[in-house]
């Protein structure tokens, strides 16, 4: 009977070692799987933005290519001013959940893997939701000339369903 | 006896639930996390590509935005033909590791997060590694024309380090 008890006890030990041993290789797989696509830069300081926002220019235009493209991290309730681009911008959702509102429309809820095209000149903005930071790569042709920046987006603007 | 025989066999199957739940969980945050950030889209049936080589269209140029975006995936082994931008291109590595080479220069390996500003006009080519599928966003100008597409990348030039 001891023994019958000391191989009884043995196999609780190894079911609980591999049970172990398996939870360290998913938790490998998903720190690796949850790894930020792109560094989150530099802490934006200019007063084109509400809140804190990271900015990592991947892509700076020059004469040859006049396409830059950024990775921007807004954490929650932070969000651009009302802005326009001379030539449009595309903005490729990453991660999180974020909003983006053209001037006289609803906003739209941004989820990963979402995508907006803003047309050239339309006055609109973007930002993370309330609770929850927004990761999103912004293309913007360059050719036209820079972004104009606007008024600031209010708390009532933002909070509006 | 018997009842501590019991007791023990109902730790045992407590354990092997509790690791088998935890398994459960982390799986499900792998699955969440692994998605990828775009679907893969239709695979590519013309002849400017070698190998199984998938497009997603994100974003098409029009008259307003002269920008395209899109996705592609490539097979291990898959590649592009010789071709050239006449606005140039960026490249963003989303996942698995990938080739790129530029006429006359040695070929580049990207990895998730990495970054090619490909020069207008200069031939080159991208795909993916020999044993891995690469995941790669496309931002291509299309102002200035159409991609021009040159030969093949014979497997003496792919495979070479």
New interface residues.
């Given amino acids: 009977?001891k023994i019958a008890?000391v191989q009884?006890a043995l196999?609780?030990v190894v079911?609980?070692i591999?049970?172990k041993q398996?939870?360290i290789q998913?938790?490998t797989?998903?720190a690796q799987?949850?790894?930020p696509?792109?560094?989150k830069g530099e802490k934006i300081t200019n007063s084109n933005f509400t809140g804190d926002v990271w900015l990592n220019s991947?892509?700076n235009a020059d004469s040859?290519?006049?396409?830059a493209?950024g990775s921007v991290t807004f954490a929650p309730g932070a969000r651009t001013k009302w802005h326009s681009h001379p030539?449009?911008q595309?903005i490729?959702a990453?991660e999180g959940a974020g909003y983006y509102q053209e001037k006289g429309t609803a906003k739209r809820i941004l989820r990963?893997?979402d995508?907006v095209?803003c047309?050239?000149n339309v006055s609109h903005w973007h930002g993370a939701s309330i609770d929850s930071n927004f990761v999103q790569?912004a293309?913007t042709?360059r050719?036209k000339g820079e972004t104009v920046w606007l008024e600031a987006v209010t708390d009532s603007v933002y909070r509006k369903p």
Same sequence: chains 1, 2.
């Fill in positions: 009977m008890f009884i196999a609780m079911i609980a591999s049970c398996h939870a998913e938790n797989a998903v799987l949850s790894t696509l792109f560094p991947l892509v040859l290519n006049s396409i493209v030539a449009g595309i490729l990453l990963k893997g995508i095209k047309p050239p790569v293309i042709g050719e």
